[in-house]
């Protein structure tokens, strides 16, 4: 069976969750994951797809700084391997998320205002029509980030109440959801497996 090792940056936030929907998509593929969790620099290389989850987006940013891995995350984007970057990796992923606190990464061309759909009591979930989906994705929005503006080449695909609330951007999928926290695998079936190449060790 082929191997796909998939890199969960795992300074904070939701890495559980996301290595179990990674392995489910990757098992509908018939291939093996290899989940690898990122704390520290070095291991970013060898990955063939990132996922940066959610949490609080200054300390994301601060933490991938002080490692070094930052700058590993943008030459992963840059040598066209898939990144999933969900809520406040969203935020960190964008290119600008309105707040100085937050060192974004530029990987994906998009403007983020943090916590646009409110406090966590304001957190709800929602039906989503996604482009490449057949039905709707249960997304689970929790302080969710808005997508207020994008470059011309970012796709949208979805939208709630006439916000973006998915992007593509080259290989990278943000969104503003956390599609981990159900057992519907699809985002990450989409942002891994459909319209990407991924190289997988024999």
Do not use: Y
């Not at 489910?24 to 994951?33: E, F, K, T, Y």
């Not at 002080?66 to 960190?92: F, N, S």
């Not at 929005?141 to 470059?151: N, Q, T």
């Not at 951007?169 to 519907?184: C, I, K, N, Q, R």
């Amino acid at each position: 069976m082929d191997t796909l090792r998939a890199g969960v940056i795992a300074v904070q936030g939701d890495v559980t969750e996301h290595a179990d929907a990674i392995e489910r998509a990757a098992d509908a593929h018939g291939v093996d994951a290899d989940i690898v969790e990122i704390r520290s620099a070095g291991l970013v290389p060898d990955c063939d797809v990132l996922l940066m989850p959610g949490g609080e987006s200054t300390t994301i940013s601060r933490l991938l700084e002080r490692e070094g891995i930052d700058g590993e995350i943008q030459a992963h984007v840059a040598a066209e391997k898939p990144v999933l970057a969900t809520c406040a990796g969203l935020i960190v992923a964008s290119q600008d998320a309105k707040d100085d606190r937050v060192q974004t990464l530029d990987i994906l061309d998009v403007t983020v205002d943090r916590n646009a759909f409110g406090r966590q009591v304001d957190s709800f979930e929602a039906p989503l029509d996604v482009a490449g989906l057949d039905s709707p994705f249960p997304a689970v929005f929790i302080r969710a980030p808005l997508i207020d503006e994008g470059d011309d080449d970012v796709e949208v695909l979805a939208e709630w109440d006439g916000n973006p609330v998915a992007v593509r951007d080259g290989p990278v999928v943000g969104t503003s959801f956390h599609p981990e926290l159900t057992a519907d695998s699809r985002i990450h079936d989409l942002a891994f497996f459909d319209e990407l190449e991924v190289e997988v060790e024999a």
